[in-house]
T-cell receptor
Framework: AQSVTQPDIHITVSEGASLELRCNYS??????LFWYVQSPGQGLQLLLKYFSGDTLVQGIKGFEAEFKRSQSSFNLRKPSVHWSDAAEYFC????????????FGGGTRLMVKP | GAGVSQTPSNKVTEKGKYVELRCDPI?????LYWYRQSLGQGPEFLIY????????DSGLPNDRFFAVRPEGSVSTLKIQRTERGDSAVYLC?????????????FGEGSWLTVV
């Protein structure tokens, strides 16, 4: 069965600092990978996705993620964090062999210090 | 509509009562999904519709949970004999076709509290 691990439950960074959120997945074939962001009381907003091709994908709000098959990872990065980035971030895996579901990690809560 | 719409946004109900949660997907999206998100956790898959039929209901936790999509658009998630453990955010999502290779868009959720 597929699974996603987000090792960091909470991360605090200073505004303007760089950010990397870790995501490791387990999936039996080529995965589809996603990062979603959830602000308090809000639904999930898609930041970026990887289906195939270039392993470095660009998303909205200045985020990017890199698919590394050898490490089963899909880490999210941003070079300079803004206070408005404070939210919960979820990594998810799906794919042709996944049937009809996305499997989500437990999330990483990002706090931004002024 | 512009996005996935869910009603009610908040629902408080007493243990043992029946609850209905409604989802209106993005216009033209044939695939519709329900997920459940408990406090401090990631969303968990409940059920997937392709058109009017439930193509995969493997995530429904037990027979108290049921969902319909009679005309292939709006869907209703129904929970009978609610229990305190059912308290969660119920997220609806839709995509243009099936999930493989298609982006899934989520609504803002229905927050259910069972007291």
């Amino acid at each position: 069965a597929q699974s996603v691990t987000q090792p960091d439950i909470h991360i605090t960074v200073s505004e303007g600092a760089s950010l990397e959120l870790r995501c490791n997945y387990s999936y039996g074939a080529t995965p589809y990978l996603f990062w979603y962001v959830q602000s308090p009381g809000q639904g999930l907003q898609l930041l970026l996705k990887y289906f195939s091709g270039d392993t470095l994908v660009q998303g909205i709000k200045g985020f990017e993620a890199e698919f590394k098959r050898s490490q089963s990872s899909f880490n999210l990065r941003k070079p300079s964090v803004h206070w408005s980035d404070a939210a919960e971030y979820f990594c998810a895996v799906g794919g042709y062999n996944a049937g009809n579901m996305l499997t989500f990690g437990g999330g990483t809560r990002l706090m931004v210090k002024p | 509509g512009a996005g996935v719409s869910q009603t009610p946004s908040n629902k408080v109900t007493e243990k043992g009562k029946y609850v209905e949660l409604r989802c209106d997907p993005i216009s033209g999206h044939t695939a519709l999904y329900w997920y459940r998100q408990s406090l401090g956790q990631g969303p968990e898959f409940l059920i997937y519709f392709q058109g009017t039929g439930a193509a995969d209901d493997s995530g429904l936790p037990n027979d108290r949970f049921f969902a319909v999509r009679p005309e292939g658009s709006v869907s209703t998630l129904k929970i009978q004999r609610t229990e305190r453990g059912d308290s969660a955010v119920y997220l609806c999502a839709s995509s243009r076709d099936g999930p493989s290779g298609n982006t899934i868009y989520f609504g803002e959720g229905s927050w259910l509290t069972v007291v």
